[in-house]
């Protein structure tokens, strides 16, 4: 997946390295990208029967992103191998730059890179991360992340700084909107769809997501509704030199930046 989809991408299904037999399933779900897990889905005895999957999968024309294991464990380097012929590489637990930067030794080509914070030491870390050469957008690890400083994850409240945090840092540092954690619930819809408004009103445009019965719901808020398109092509045929006005309200080059990045995510091409 090149670098400009990954930057537009909606949705984030995961699936474990450890069922092949829902690799195609997910793929078909329309999910933007499909990340096959290496790590937290994968228990520590099946990681080389799990690696074996993706490495055959990819290898017959599979295209998904992986989630290797954290760099501090013994099973990096053998993921980052498997990991060669993916569509972007997911990298857990990001505290620093460097930790980005040991991804590109292993690789002749540089892969996409989405890494996801998970502590607070990665969320103050995060401008650099993003700054990282390969970084395309960084994900945000809700469950980790609240474990950590020990509350919910699933309280909007008690992260809410931490996700604005990460969507500054992600704008400072010249990437794509930053891509929200799960919804632990696999059936809670009303669940799903508060946490996918809420993570939007705070400049999230994607969401990561464990089951393929969340991506139409997940997209649909994601993407910018009918009225915002028709604004933002009103907006940007209306423009002038300089700052003009459109329907009572003075339009600058931000408001025409905000006017193209909606256009891009509907695909459509922008002047």
Not at 105 to 110: A, P, S, W
Not at 144 to 171: C, K, M, N, Q, W
Not at 220 to 240: F, G, H, K, N, Y
Request: hydrophobic share 50%; with cysteine.
């Amino acid at each position: 997946m090149a670098r400009h989809n990954i930057e537009i991408a909606r949705t984030f299904l995961f699936v474990p390295a450890t069922r092949p037999d829902r690799f195609d399933k997910a793929v078909a779900s329309g999910a933007d990208l499909v990340i096959i897990d290496l790590e937290d889905a994968v228990a520590p005895q099946d990681k080389a029967e799990a690696r074996a999957n993706v490495e055959k999968w990819l290898a017959a024309g599979g295209r998904a992103a992986v989630r290797v294991n954290g760099a501090d464990t013994a099973w990096f380097r053998e993921d980052l191998a498997v990991a060669a012929a993916a569509a972007a590489l997911v990298v857990p637990k990001a505290e620093s730059a460097e930790d980005i930067g040991l991804v590109a030794v292993f690789h002749d080509r540089q892969l996409p890179v989405i890494p996801i914070i998970e502590s607070p030491r990665g969320l103050l870390a995060a401008r650099e991360i993003c700054e990282r050469a390969g970084v395309v957008r960084a994900a945000f690890g809700n469950v980790d992340f609240a474990a950590e400083i020990g509350v919910d994850p699933a309280s909007h409240t008690a992260l809410a700084a931490a996700r604005s945090h990460l969507v500054y840092a992600s704008a400072a540092a010249g990437c794509a909107p930053p891509i929200d954690g799960v919804t632990t619930s696999v059936k809670d819809q009303a669940a799903l769809l508060t946490d996918a408004r809420h993570a939007r009103a705070l400049g999230f445009t994607a969401k990561l997501l464990i089951h393929p019965s969340h991506v139409g719901l997940v997209a649909d808020v994601m993407s910018p509704s009918t009225d915002e398109i028709r604004w933002a092509r009103d907006v940007l045929a209306s423009r002038t030199s300089g700052a003009s006005v459109y329907n009572g309200h003075m339009v600058d080059a931000p408001v025409l930046r905000r006017a193209r990045r909606m256009l891009a995510q509907r695909h459509e091409d922008t002047p």
